[in-house]
């Protein structure tokens, strides 16, 4: 089992920045994948960002690329996003997921390929 726990989100005003990080507890993190999602109400959970478990395997959604950036530290048992240049679309609800095992046959943008999930933080981005 892993835990993981979202924390960074809040309010900002658009072109601001925020940094949302995901720690992670209960086995060693550095044999799991981590990822972002967010959702809005009403709307199916959106990939954010993908990162590996070595750190490689970087992806993003086209919406977020050239502002996001993904990182890990296993040290410390840690995913972070540091998003840049926010706009009011990127108004959601933060999600860290993890999927353990050092294979990538599977689909990064994909939800249900993750095992474990965060409780979510809030990110509003004013205009």
């Known amino acids: 089992q892993v835990q993981l726990v979202e924390s960074g989100g809040g309010l900002v005003q658009a072109g601001g920045s925020l940094r949302l990080s995901c720690a992670a507890s209960g086995r060693t993190f550095s044999s799991y994948a981590g990822v972002w999602f967010r959702q809005v109400p009403g709307k199916e959970r959106e990939f954010v960002a993908h990162i590996g478990w070595s750190g490689g395997r970087i992806s993003y959604a086209d919406s977020v690329k050239g502002r996001f950036t993904i990182s890990r530290d296993n040290a410390k048992n840690t995913v972070s996003l540091q998003m840049n240049s926010l706009k009011p679309e990127d108004t959601a609800v933060y999600y860290c997921?993890?999927?353990?095992?050092?294979?990538?046959?599977?689909?990064?943008?994909?939800?249900?390929?993750?095992?474990?999930w965060g409780q979510g933080t809030q990110v509003t981005v004013s205009s």
């Open positions: 997921g993890a999927r353990g095992g050092r294979s990538y046959d599977y689909t990064y943008s994909s939800a249900g390929a993750y095992e474990y």
